[in-house]
């Protein structure tokens, strides 16, 4: 059979088309090489992470064993202080304010004002009574001598009767006097023996009433030295002074404000003295420790700010133990609740005096607790007190010396010290109104009376 045009069309497009395929059939697909070209990658990133995860926690657990495990940290910690009430102790209307909210003042700057008319008029009576009481003592003592002086004129006309009884007595044998005269003569040494036991009870009871005593340390003379203390007391109360240098807050006082004992009118922050609060829960204080370091940071600075201190002590139970309405653990919706304890940490005064705190400011504590010797809840007591102030003190010293003048002013001898209560110049019954040096009246010492004199009040 012979081919046709058509057929040998035919067969030569299929001849092309089969070595035209024939290439396609030896190279290789695109989907074969495609797993082989990113196993690589992915292998090698995945060892990457693997490698990242196990260093970071290697060195997570190297700061673990050499610090973490020792550090217990809490952001439950507040900075606390003392808050200083300010407050009467006398009765009255104020008259002057002195600071106000947010300003500071120094211990003894005075901070209200009384009026002080009342307090005024008590002590000028307190001082009158004092002076007419020891001029009053001076008249016993003055008296006494009078009275020893009548004894001995009484033991003289006993001593003339007896004599001229019995030169009577003598002459009656003779005849020389008569009876009624030696009766008369008996009467009259009757008479002066009654006259001196009289002179001698009244001398006994004017030297009761002075007996062991001196002017100085009379009862009557040491009841009105206090009267006179106490009064100044009052007059000098008028006037309330800072006890502790600080800022003042909670200023609550306004001008004429009738004020009684123990009202609060203002507060006085020393912020020199603050420390702070951290609660931890009860896992955290195992191995806590009086005297263990702390570090500590506020949010007031930031974290490039560090305060160091120490743990100072614990407190004496949970927070809500103390709480004003406690938990009622015996009821049946109880729920457990882990519990954190007050922990008190004392910071460096001079990190303090650089960067100050206010009371109530936020604070993240760390405590170290490495060194773990002695026992948790340690019984430190201290002899000395922890707080105290002596502004009030130069009230009393001014007292004695008040008292000190106005008794040299009624005993007319200026340079006379005051004696002792509880001892004289040699025998303690002696009824000399000679004074001991250095004494004291009711407790009150004083320097010389001329000295006292010549002071300030």
Same mark, same amino acid.
């Given at each position: 059979?012979?081919?046709?045009?058509?057929?040998?069309?035919?067969?030569?497009?299929?001849?092309?088309?089969?070595?035209?395929?024939?290439?396609?059939?030896?190279?290789?697909?695109?989907?074969?090489?495609?797993?082989?070209?990113?196993?690589?990658?992915? +292998?090698?990133?995945?060892?990457?992470?693997?490698?990242?995860?196990?260093?970071?926690?290697?060195?997570?657990?190297?700061?673990?064993?050499?610090?973490?495990?020792?550090?217990?940290?809490?952001?439950?910690?507040?900075?606390?202080?003392?808050?200083?009430?300010?407050?009467?102790?006398?009765?009255?209307?104020?008259?002057?304010?002195?600071?106000?909210?947010?300003?500071?003042?120094?211990?003894?700057?005075?901070?209200?004002?009384?009026?002080?008319?009342?307090?005024?008029?008590?002590?000028?009576?307190?001082?009158?009574?004092?002076?007419?009481?020891?001029?009053?003592?001076?008249?016993?003592?003055?008296?006494?001598?009078?009275?020893?002086?009548?004894?001995?004129?009484?033991?003289?006309?006993?001593?003339?009767?007896?004599?001229?009884?019995?030169?009577?007595?003598?002459?009656?044998?003779?005849?020389?006097?008569?009876?009624?005269?030696?009766?008369?003569?008996?009467?009259?040494?009757?008479?002066?023996?009654?006259?001196?036991?009289?002179?001698?009870?009244?001398?006994?009871?004017?030297?009761?009433?002075?007996?062991?005593?001196?002017? +100085?340390?009379?009862?009557?003379?040491?009841?009105?030295?206090?009267?006179?203390?106490?009064?100044?007391?009052?007059?000098?109360?008028?006037?309330?002074?800072?006890?502790?240098?600080?800022?003042?807050?909670?200023?609550?006082?306004?001008?004429?404000?009738?004020?009684?004992?123990?009202?609060?009118?203002?507060?006085?922050?020393?912020?020199?003295?603050?420390?702070?609060?951290?609660?931890?829960?009860?896992?955290?204080?195992?191995?806590?420790?009086?005297?263990?370091?702390?570090?500590?940071?506020?949010?007031?600075?930031?974290?490039?700010?560090?305060?160091?201190?120490?743990?100072?002590?614990?407190?004496?139970?949970?927070?809500?133990?103390?709480?004003?309405?406690?938990?009622?653990?015996?009821?049946?919706?109880?729920?457990?609740?882990?519990?954190?304890?007050?922990?008190?940490?004392?910071?460096?005064?001079?990190?303090?005096?650089?960067?100050?705190?206010?009371?109530?400011?936020?604070?993240?504590?760390?405590?170290?607790?490495?060194?773990?010797?002695?026992?948790?809840?340690?019984?430190?007591?201290?002899?000395?007190?922890?707080?105290?102030?002596?502004?009030?003190?130069?009230?009393?010293?001014?007292?004695?010396?008040?008292?000190?003048?106005?008794?040299?002013?009624?005993?007319?001898?200026?340079?006379?010290?005051?004696?002792? +209560?509880?001892?004289?110049?040699?025998?303690?019954?002696?009824?000399?109104?000679?004074?001991?040096?250095?004494?004291?009246?009711?407790?009150?010492?004083?320097?010389?009376?001329?000295?006292?004199?010549?002071?300030?009040?």
């Amino acid at each position: 059979m012979s081919n046709t045009p058509d057929d040998s069309q035919t067969a030569a497009t299929t001849s092309t088309a089969a070595e035209t395929t024939m290439p396609a059939e030896r190279t290789p697909s695109a989907g074969t090489t495609a797993p082989a070209a990113t196993t690589s990658p992915r +292998r090698r990133w995945l060892a990457i992470a693997i490698g990242a995860f196990v260093v970071a926690g290697a060195g997570y657990g190297a700061w673990w064993m050499t610090s973490l495990r020792w550090t217990q940290s809490t952001d439950d910690a507040y900075v606390s202080g003392n808050v200083v009430q300010i407050t009467p102790q006398v009765a009255g209307t104020v008259v002057a304010i002195g600071a106000d909210d947010t300003q500071f003042v120094k211990a003894g700057q005075p901070l209200v004002q009384l009026d002080q008319a009342d307090a005024k008029i008590a002590l000028e009576q307190a001082d009158a009574r004092l002076g007419k009481t020891v001029r009053e003592v001076r008249g016993l003592f003055a008296t006494t001598a009078q009275l020893r002086a009548s004894v001995d004129q009484r033991n003289a006309d006993v001593a003339r009767a007896a004599e001229d009884l019995a030169r009577r007595e003598r002459l009656a044998s003779s005849g020389a006097v008569s009876g009624e005269e030696l009766q008369h003569a008996r009467s009259a040494l009757s008479a002066a023996n009654a006259a001196l036991t009289a002179a001698k009870q009244e001398l006994e009871a004017n030297r009761a009433r002075i007996d062991r005593t001196t002017l +100085r340390n009379h009862p009557d003379v040491l009841a009105a030295a206090a009267q006179l203390h106490d009064a100044y007391l009052e007059l000098a109360r008028t006037e309330l002074p800072a006890p502790v240098s600080g800022y003042v807050a909670k200023r609550a006082v306004q001008l004429g404000q009738r004020v009684s004992p123990g009202a609060p009118l203002m507060a006085i922050v020393p912020l020199d003295q603050v420390w702070v609060d951290a609660n931890f829960k009860e896992p955290q204080l195992a191995d806590m420790r009086v005297g263990q370091p702390v570090t500590l940071k506020s949010d007031l600075y930031g974290r490039r700010i560090v305060y160091h201190g120490t743990v100072a002590g614990f407190g004496a139970g949970t927070g809500s133990a103390f709480a004003l309405l406690p938990a009622q653990n015996a009821t049946g919706n109880w729920i457990k609740i882990v519990q954190r304890v007050p922990v008190r940490i004392a910071i460096d005064p001079r990190e303090l005096a650089d960067h100050p705190l206010q009371v109530g400011l936020s604070m993240q504590v760390a405590v170290d607790t490495h060194q773990r010797d002695g026992v948790r809840l340690p019984q430190v007591t201290t002899a000395a007190p922890s707080y105290s102030t002596d502004v009030y003190r130069a009230a009393g010293e001014n007292a004695e010396r008040r008292i000190a003048s106005v008794i040299a002013a009624n005993t007319g001898v200026a340079d006379e010290a005051r004696p002792s +209560r509880t001892a004289s110049a040699a025998d303690p019954r002696t009824t000399s109104r000679t004074p001991v040096a250095g004494a004291t009246v009711g407790g009150f010492a004083v320097a010389r009376a001329a000295r006292a004199v010549a002071q300030p009040l």
